[in-house]
């Protein structure tokens, strides 16, 4: 069903996350068993895996550009949202109380990166708000999680001490970012003496579940390690590993990528009946007061500390109007919503209520913004443009076609006489490709590898040629001339040209 729905929001422009929630929903209203959502399975095991290929993924640099905004949303944002639904819900609902409250509030607070970010990519969001949304989502979950975590202490019997929270709170933050840092460097050491493509897949792979569970073992933020894993292993990335171990690991985890977040958008949709079967010990009016609230504090709260902020991108420029309409509509919900929220033990006060509010929020967020997310972009007429992007790109790779000129002049005045003329040969070519980039913009200019009489010489020279162009375009990346997203496109054009044998 997963591979049918993803061919159906092809073809039909719609976003598959939309699709995939609706499916289950309709797979859920038939006379056949639906999958069940396991709270610990889908935050151990589902979870760890598609925040770290997120994390892989993002600009560390941007994410430090950003840091107030970053940290405003997911630290600020998220504590004011758990608190003010928490607020709301114990007013509404009798005898709820405010710790079982504040749960539910933990819970729908944070937005799912899975979700914002897929729907975000496909409906053209511009990259300096992607950046923003992706910066919130990888980091915000290990705040909501913290205070759920407290919450549910609270209101099983366990009591509330505010000095044992922050302690909590402080120790599930440091130990989260330690362990992911310390499992990202012991990787990143390991892979120095390995030399098998399937043990490096392996090995990355198994980074999230290592760096979750390590961190989970000291009380740390697994969710949080597995970020900081994420952050740092997509940062690392560069001339140290070969071209084929990254096009070979990117694909692995494309295909990890592509079945898991279809595996967790079909299992949303398909958690209706379970959701709405405990509704009936409720009435209908405190049941649509609870969702009411719920769904006022999760849209209302995060419009308005937008608005309120007004938060600056790296230019030191304020968000406008539009730009904060558009960040506003990209708080979707997703699964760790619905875990978080199944997870609540079967005794917890008014669970089965709690439950529906999560899934509603879900739902609204999910579908309804989703469906609506590209419409609204082009009415405030915010698409993602590229010809900056690519003009950089261009402009860095014109760097690099330099730096390997450089290096193969030094090549060809090199003692061993049978290099120089496969270094000239190459030279010549990469001047004709750098004087052609600015025109043509294009991955390949149709320029042909010339014959190589010595293959050993032409081997030599290649190595020499793209180990330079990966250098200085890590450089420009860490001088923040280029983003990582355009590091890692001009990345894999190299890798495919090494394997091509170009």
Partial sequence: MILAVRVLADRSGQSPAVLLVLAGLAVSLLPVPSAELEPHLILEVVIPPLLFVAARDASLLELRANARIVASLSVALVLL??????????????GLGFAAALALGAAVAPPDPVASLAIGRRAGMPARLIALVEGEGLLNDGTALTIYGLAVTAAVGGGFSATESVGRFALAVVGGALCGLLVARALALALRYVDDILVENAASLATPFLAFALAETVEGSGVLAVVVAGLAVGHRRGPASSGESRLQTAAVWRIVQYLLEGYVFLLIGQQAPDVVRGLSSFDRGTVVATVA??????????????????????????????????????????????????????DFPARDLLLFCAFVVVLVTLVGQGVTFAPLLRALGLRSGTDESAWLRAEAQAAAYDAAIERLAGLAVADDPSVAPAAARYRRMLEGQRDRLHAHLSRDDGTRRPAAPDRTADITVRHAMLEAQREELVRWRDAGRISDSDLHALERLLDARELSGM
Avoid: E, K, Q
């Avoid at 949202?81 to 009798?94: D, E, K, R, Y």
């Avoid at 419009?303 to 109007?321: G, N, Q, V, Y």
């Fill in 293 to 346: 609230v719920t769904l006022a504090g999760v849209l209302g709260v995060r419009l308005l500390w937008l608005l309120s902020t007004r938060p600056r991108t790296i230019d030191d420029r304020a968000l406008s109007l539009r730009d904060v309409t558009a960040l506003w509509w990209a708080g979707t919900r997703g699964v760790i919503t619905l875990a978080t929220a199944f997870a609540l033990p079967h």
């Fill in 81 to 94: 949202t758990a608190f003010a639904v928490a607020t709301g819900l114990s007013l509404v609902v009798p």
